[in-house]
């Protein structure tokens, strides 16, 4: 279903990037660093006097060939989600994309709960790499 996921820090670093197709990779990076600026936007207008903001922040932008969603923890971990438009996922529901976000969600979770993960690092987690692949359009 997802061309390309990717969890990025509270410092804008990536932490963990997963591409469906290999050849566009440098691709979906450009989309990723472009989603950040859409991202801070909706954080500093959802902000404004809101103490309970949801954290899927839905559609940041689409292009002509892709759709990218968005996500933030209160802690200010960015999940990012692209989806290249096409026949099959044209009808892409909100909803779906919200169960694609709870799950990489709790599996990032689980990641922070590894009392040997050090918090702002690269994420190497197996098990990750399986829910991200899971989320993943297999091509």
Avoid: W
């Avoid at 591409?19 to 450009?30: A, D, K, M, T, V």
């Avoid at 989600?81 to 529901?93: E, G, H, K, Q």
Wanted: proline share 3%; glycine share 4%.
């Amino acid at each position: 279903m997802a061309s390309c996921v990717a969890v990025i820090g509270k410092e804008n670093s990536p932490l963990y990037i997963a591409c469906s197709n290999p050849e566009q990779e440098l691709g979906f990076h450009y989309s990723l660093h472009t989603s950040l600026d859409f991202i801070e936007e909706k954080l500093s207008t959802t902000n404004k006097g809101n103490e309970h903001r949801d954290l899927y922040l839905g559609l940041l932008y689409s292009t002509e060939h892709q759709r990218i969603f968005g996500y933030v923890t209160n802690t200010k971990i960015k999940f990012v989600i692209i989806v290249n438009v096409d026949a099959t996922n044209a009808n892409l529901r909100d909803n779906e994309t919200r169960q694609m976000f709870r799950k990489l969600h709790v599996a990032y979770t689980n990641v922070m709960s590894n009392p040997f993960y050090t918090p702002s690092t690269r994420i190497n987690s197996n098990k990750f790499a399986a829910v991200a692949g899971s989320i993943l359009a297999k091509q």
